[in-house]
C-alpha cells in the first residue's frame, strides 16, 4: 500500500509540475506580445509626430509663420561620363589600279617599265646608264614585261648588261628612241667587249623603229687596221675613203684620250633562249654591230645594219656556237662580213638579205692553231650582194682543212654586183 501511495503522490508531483511550468511558459509569451505592442504603438506614434510637425511648418512657411528647415534637398549624382563612339574615319577614295597594259610582242598582257620614269632624261647629254639598269631591274621581277624607251628622245647609255638568269621570261625591249653610246674613253675603263648586253634570258625580244648608234669613228680613226684579234685586217680595201669623206656622225674625245684597243661589239646576247631581233637599226659599232654566243632558237628579221664600207672589223651579224638561227630580211651594209658564222654553230638559214658593202657571208675562220671546229647544217639563199669583196665563202686554216669543213652547206640564187671574189672556200 505504501508502494501505492508513493506512486500516486510521485504522479501528483508530475502533474503539479508540468502544469507550474506551462503556466510560467504562458505568461512569459504575454509579456513579450504586449512588449512588442507598445513598441509598434511607439513607432506608429512617433511617425504621425514626425508628419504632423512636417506639415505644420510647410503650412507656416506660406503664411509667413516661422519657417522651418527644409529637409536636405537630394542630388541626384551625375550619371558617368560615357565616352562616345570615334567618329569613322572619312573614307579615302582608293585610285582603281588599271589592268596591264598592253604589251608590244605576241599580243600579250603585259606591265610597261618606261625609262623616262627611272629617272632617264634622254636629252643626249645626261648619263641615263642607271636609269635604263633600274627600269630593266623592275622588269625582270615580271613575266612579259616590256620596258620601252620612247621615240623623239636620245639616250646616252654607257656598257651595260641586262642580264638574268633569275629574270621572268618573254621580255619585251621596245626601242623606238636612239640610244647612243658614250665618246668619252672613261666608261670604257681599259676595255669592255661589249656595248649592250643581253644574257641568260629566255625568251628576249629587241624591237622597234629606234636605232642603236655605237658612234664608233673614235675608234675607227684610232687604230682602223692594227686589231691584232682580226685575221682579215690586210683584206679590208677602203672603199672611196668613206671613214674620211663622210664620217657617220662628228665625235670628239671629251678628254683627249685615246680609246681602248679592245673594241666594243654595239649590241651582243649571250647564252639566251628564243631570241628575236625586229625592227631596229644598230650603226657605227665600234665592231661587230650584233653578235649571238651560246644562243639557241634566234630570229632576226626586218632590221638594218649600217656602217661605212671601210670601218674596221664592222661584221654584221656574228654567229657563234649558237644554234637554229634565222635571219631574213635583213640589211647588212658594213666594213667586215655581212654575216659571220663561226665554230659551233648548226642549223642556220639564212635567205633574203641584202647585203653590202661588206665581205659577203662567210664560215669561218675555222681551225685556228690546229684546234677543232665544227659547223653544221647551214642554208645561204636569195641574197642580194652589192659592193662586196666575196659573195659566200667559207675561211679555214691550213693545218685544220679536213676537220673544219661544214656539213650540208647549200647556196642558191645569189645576185652579186661589184665584189672582188664569187663563192669562195
Known sequence: MKGVGLRRHTFMFLVAFLVWSSSIETCIARKSKHWRQRRHAASVSLYKKKTKDHSHGHHNYHNGGTKTKPPPYKTTPPSPKVKAPPSPKPKVKVPSIPPPQKGYGNGQQSKVFDVLHFGAKGDGKADDTKAFQAAWAAACKVEASTVVVPAKFIFLVGPISFSGPYCQANTVFQLDGTIIAPTDS????????????????????????????????????????????????????????????????????????????????????????????????????????????????????????????????????????????????????????????????????????????????????????????????????????????????????????????????????????????????
Open 186 to 425: 672613261k666608261p670604257w675603263g681599259k676595255g669592255i667587249l661589249q656595248w649592250l648586253e643581253f644574257t641568260k634570258l629566255k625568251g628576249i625580244t629587241v624591237q622597234g623603229k629606234g636605232i642603236i648608234d655605237g658612234r664608233g669613228s673614235g675608234w675607227w680613226l684610232e687604230a682602223p687596221y692594227e686589231d691584232p684579234y682580226d685575221d682579215e685586217r690586210k683584206l679590208i680595201i677602203p672603199l672611196k675613203n668613206t671613214v674620211q669623206e663622210r664620217p657617220p656622225m662628228p665625235v670628239r674625245n671629251e678628254l683627249s684620250g685615246k680609246m681602248p684597243s679592245i673594241k666594243p661589239t654595239a649590241l651582243r646576247f649571250y647564252g639566251s633562249f628564243n631570241v628575236t631581233v625586229t625592227g631596229i637599226t644598230i650603226q657605227n659599232s665600234p665592231q661587230c654591230h650584233l653578235k649571238f654566243d651560246n644562243c639557241i632558237g634566234v630570229v632576226v628579221h626586218d632590221m638594218s645594219v649600217s656602217s661605212p664600207g671601210d670601218s674596221p672589223n664592222t661584221d654584221g651579224i656574228h654567229l657563234q656556237n649558237s644554234k637554229d638561227v634565222l635571219i631574213h630580211g635583213t640589211t647588212l651594209a658594213c666594213g667586215d662580213d655581212c654575216v659571220s658564222i663561226q665554230t659551233g654553230c648548226s642549223n642556220v638559214y639564212i635567205h633574203n638579205v641584202n647585203c653590202g658593202p661588206g665581205h659577203g657571208i662567210s664560215i669561218g675562220s675555222l681551225g685556228k692553231d690546229n684546234t677543232k671546229a665544227c659547223v653544221s647544217n647551214i642554208t645561204v639563199r636569195d641574197i642580194m650582194m652589192h659592193n662586196t669583196m666575196n659573195g659566200v665563202r667559207i675561211k679555214t686554216w691550213q693545218v685544220s682543212l679536213q676537220s673544219s669543213l661544214p656539213h650540208h652547206k647549200r647556196t642558191s640564187s645569189l645576185e652579186e654586183s661589184n665584189h672582188k671574189h664569187g663563192l669562195g672556200k
